[in-house]
């Protein structure tokens, strides 16, 4: 649901995130639904850029507030939603877009993958209306628009592109399907690509395939990359830099190799030693103590302080501003003690 | 070359789903006819005396009518000519208007079937427009549809027919109260009011459960991944909304046909229409067996052809509709 616009949003404050170079700038990003007492924040101060043709990460937990991210450079905020901080977009700003705007943006600038092929394609259509529907709607000719989406399903690797147009996404596997999904994601050339959780929903088998469909493709297309994920392997693997979300807030970034080497934050090194590893030795599994908390429910100062180890009364105070420590960004008190 | 073999091997599949279907409606159309048959013999004590309501008659009389409704014969043979003469289209003489039953149906159908079509095309129209409308936009407008699609849908047709004759007819004079008119516009005007009342209680039904299938139309992922990819409003909603909630509309849509026919008896008798329901009213006070099986038997017929056309046409609206009934 597309959230009015509000009076309430400020402008994007100078020495933001976002330059007209960059493929997304989220600046200071808040966002929180109702008002007065009952009023829920939903994200505080999130900075996010993504450059033309860099893969960026975004890390973290399931409500941390990163799909909440990333859908806002589409302008799909949470009804009823208001948005203070700054989103652009190739230099549009998505905050004050109205519907045309907003509509002309997804048709040409911004793509999104979501998690679920399967949901993301109406079951009732076939592969070829939805291919061609977002070349139709930039304006393409419906022959046009068909040869492209033949071209597309080519490139994506779907054998009989030709017969796969006039099927129904049922007879499909969700490997094929996400496959169809990058393919109609790509198609309006755009310089923006959200993927969300892209690889989640298919087999263990398929998701490297369709990851190294996604990154070949970013590559040709030149197109800049939010990748949506609570991966951190995968995140550290492809990306070129890393955000690492809790609790609606950005909590460490971080270059994508020196993540696994030298993680700033202790929630970063928390995940790190939560999830299994093939390649390092038997470490012991260590699961992080608490449950993950959203934002509004979050512990004052630094929101993560009820489950870290290193947690002390001065946690408490402020919520810690960012701060360099080593190759990452930081808001954390004492990363020193985590990585020295 | 795969592709053609599966396609060969579909069609055979879905020639033999077709098959079944169609004999499951015959059969269905069979079974209903030996209750419709069986309700004459069920009639308590002798059916000609019941028919004839306890008038004189000599023995040669009643032995004539029990012969002409085949009363003479047994159960079995009794119903076999019946429906015999039946699949001829041939439901025997009227007792009370002494001519063919057919006859008699057809000619009222003039009356009956324009009757249908008006109010079927009221109802579907008017409810699914609130529908969408209402499932759209949401909140007070939501509520607003919600609570009319109530009061509709409880309010019995013969009240509305009754609120609708004080109104428009008496109160306002803009529509006449009795009579079906002749010529097209004539007829359209004189079943205007009769439609309307016949289609306020299937405007509620409408309304409300088209309002619960465009809501969950709306919720689908797919419709939220078509708005971020740019694709227009109106687009989406017709595209990615109404088209995925044409098959449960059409189920009701089908179901709701049958019963207007059902229907007609209420709204023909109030508004003094010569059409089948008030024939069927009429024929049930005066014991004419004839008739009343008659439409009986086309009233089941009506039901399940409108529900076969609907389940064949299924697959067509909704592809993942597996072919010979097996889910996925």
């Known amino acids: 649901m597309l959230a009015k616009k509000t009076p309430a949003r400020e402008e994007a404050p100078d020495g933001g995130a976002g330059t007209r170079r960059d493929a997304l700038g989220i600046s200071r990003l808040s966002l929180a639904v109702g008002t007065g007492e009952s009023e829920i924040p939903l994200l505080a101060d999130v900075t996010v850029r993504v450059g033309r043709g860099e893969t960026v990460g975004l890390v973290g937990e399931s409500g941390s507030g990163k799909s909440l991210t990333a859908r806002s450079a589409l302008g799909m905020l949470p009804r009823g939603a208001r948005a203070t901080g700054g989103v652009t977009v190739s230099g549009v700003d998505v905050l004050a877009a109205g519907y045309r705007e907003l509509r002309d943006l997804r048709r040409t600038r911004v793509s999104m993958i979501f998690q679920d092929p399967r949901a993301s ?9 939805y291919l061609t529907e977002g070349l139709r709607a930039r304006g393409v000719p419906a022959r046009g628009a068909a040869e492209q989406a033949l071209d597309l399903l080519g490139q994506v690797g779907i054998r009989d592109p030709k017969g796969a147009m006039g099927r129904f996404p049922h007879e499909f596997s969700g490997g094929m399907l996400q496959r169809v999904v990058i393919a109609g994601a790509l198609s309006t050339e755009p310089e923006l690509l959200l993927a969300d959780e892209p690889t989640t929903a298919l087999d263990v088998t398929t998701q490297a395939e369709v990851i190294g469909l996604l990154k070949e493709m970013q590559r040709a297309h030149g197109t800049g990359m939010l990748f949506v994920t609570h991966d951190l392997d995968l995140a550290a693997a492809i990306c070129d830099r890393v955000y690492v979300m809790y609790a609606g807030r950005i909590v460490e970034e971080s270059a994508g190799a020196s993540l696994f080497g030298a993680p700033a934050h202790p929630y970063t090194r928390a995940l790190l030693e939560a999830s299994p590893s093939v390649h390092g030795g038997r470490a012991e599994i260590k699961a992080i103590r608490g449950r993950p908390r959203a934002l509004a429910e979050a512990p004052s100062g630094c929101a993560f302080r009820d489950r870290c180890p290193l947690a002390g009364d001065e946690c408490a105070e402020t919520v810690p501003a960012h701060r360099p420590h080593g190759t990452s960004l930081v808001a954390c008190l004492r990363p020193e003690q985590v990585t020295p | 070359m795969k592709r053609t073999r599966a396609d060969r091997a579909g069609k055979r599949a879905f020639a033999g789903w077709i098959g079944k279907r169609v004999l499951g409606g015959i059969l269905t159309v069979l079974l209903a006819s030996v209750l419709i048959y069986g309700a004459l013999r069920l009639v308590p004590g002798d059916p000609v005396l019941a028919m004839t309501g306890g008038r004189r008659l000599t023995p040669d009389q009643i032995e004539a009518l029990r012969h002409r409704h085949g009363l003479d014969r047994g159960f079995v043979q009794g119903y076999l000519a019946w429906i015999g003469d039946a699949l001829r289209l041939d439901f025997g003489m009227s007792t009370n208007y002494q001519t063919s039953v057919t006859s008699l149906i057809t000619n009222r159908l ?71 008119g002749t010529g097209l516009a004539d007829r359209l005007w004189h079943l205007t009011l009769p439609a309307v009342a016949m289609a306020i209680v299937a405007f509620g039904v409408l309304a409300r459960v088209g309002n619960a299938a465009f809501a969950e139309e709306l919720r689908r992922e797919h419709v939220e991944v078509a708005r971020s990819r740019g694709v227009g409003a109106a687009a989406v909603i017709r595209r990615h909304v109404v088209r995925n909630a044409l098959a449960p509309m059409l189920t009701i849509v089908g179901l709701l046909f049958a019963s207007l026919f059902v229907g007609t008896a209420v709204v023909e008798t109030a508004f003094g229409l010569d059409g089948v329901g008030s024939l069927l009213v009429s024929s049930v006070s005066r014991r004419d067996f004839p008739v009343v099986q008659g439409i009986a038997l086309i009233a089941v017929l009506l039901f399940v052809v409108v529900n076969t056309l609907v389940d064949l046409a299924m697959p067509f609206i909704d592809p993942r509709v597996a072919l010979g009934g097996a889910g996925r």
């Not at chain 2, 499932?135 to 009240?159: C, D, E, Q, S």
């Not at chain 2, 509305?160 to 306002?172: E, N, P, Q, R, T």
């Open chain 1, 121 to 129: 394609i109406n079951p009732v259509r076939r592969i070829g209306d």
């Open chain 2, 110 to 180: 003039g009356v009956s079937g324009p009757l249908i079509l008006y109010s079927a095309v009221l109802a579907v129209v008017s409810g699914l427009a609130v529908a969408l409308v209402s499932a759209v936009k949401g909140g007070l407008v939501n509520r607003a549809a919600g609570m009319a699609a109530a009061v509709t849908t409880a309010t019995p047709t013969f009240v509305s027919a009754i609120g609708l004759l004080a109104l428009f007819s008496v109160g306002l004079g803009w529509f006449p109260a009795t009579g079906a």
